[in-house]
């Protein structure tokens, strides 16, 4: 799309414009392209995402949904958008901070959707948590395994299809069997999830954003470890 365009020569907002565009159309070159050029114009990781990368995405959802886009061009974007989450990864994963809890996190069984985790994960990682990320499709044995192992100050599950929204109230309910679902804390999140199902299914926090995940998970990891 903008191969011939001369980044240098265009405003900030005209390169985030651009992105948004060069996301809808796959090009993971370009997105690469933009991305260091924003951040060599002092935009933060932050904004990129929050301005760029992910309200492309949104786009791309919304075609997708009216039959406009189909799994092909999806794919694209999306390893268009890893593209450019490559170069931020770095810098978002970076801490000088000493680690303050533990996280496993994977996307549910049934479901292969994967860029919001990797976004979570990596911006928990920067706010100073270890994570442990069991990919995707995750089973619920392989949930009950890692929390066993890895004795995480937080469980985080994935799920972006109404259909695999229910296999988190399972998670949930083998842990509980389990007698290891006091010892942490479950955070959820995906798009077709709300506050309401999160507190349906007895998760501690719907984090609508991974802003928010790091948010409440360094507020609430703090308040439990100062309570025991
Ligand atoms: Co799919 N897909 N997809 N898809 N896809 C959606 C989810 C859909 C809403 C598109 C649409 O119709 N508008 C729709 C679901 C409809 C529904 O269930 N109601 C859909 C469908 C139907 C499907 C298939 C069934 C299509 C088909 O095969 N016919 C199929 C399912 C495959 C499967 O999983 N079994 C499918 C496949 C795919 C691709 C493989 C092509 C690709 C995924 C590539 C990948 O992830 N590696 C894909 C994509 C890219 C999308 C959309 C367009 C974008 C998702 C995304 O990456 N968003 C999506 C449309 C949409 O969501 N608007 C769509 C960007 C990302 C940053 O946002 O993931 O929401 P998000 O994450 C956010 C928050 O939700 C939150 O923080 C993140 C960052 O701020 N969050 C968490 C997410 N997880 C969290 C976990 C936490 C905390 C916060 O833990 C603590």
Known sequence: ???????????????????????????????????????????????????????????????????????????????????????????????????????????????????????????????GFEVIDLGINVSVDTFMAAVKEHTPDILGMSALLTTTMPYMRVVIENLEKAGLRDRLLVFVGGAPLNQAFAEEIGADAYCPDAAVAVEVGKKMVSMRRNMA
């Open 1 to 127: 799309m903008s191969e011939e365009l001369d980044l240098k020569q265009i405003s900030t907002e005209e390169v985030y414009e651009l992105m948004k565009e060069d996301l809808y159309y796959g090009e993971a070159n370009e997105i690469v392209k933009e991305v260091e050029e924003l951040l060599a114009r002092g935009e933060t990781p932050y904004d990129i995402l929050t301005k760029g990368l992910v309200p492309g995405m949104d786009i791309v959802g919304v075609d997708f949904r009216d039959g406009v886009l189909f799994v092909p061009e999806v794919l694209m974007a999306a390893r268009a958008m890893k593209a450019g989450m490559e170069v931020l990864r770095p810098l978002l994963t970076q801490t000088g901070a000493p680690r303050i809890g533990r996280m496993v996190i994977g996307t549910v069984k049934g479901d292969i959707h994967d860029i919001g985790k990797n976004l979570v994960s990596m911006m928990m990682e920067g706010a």
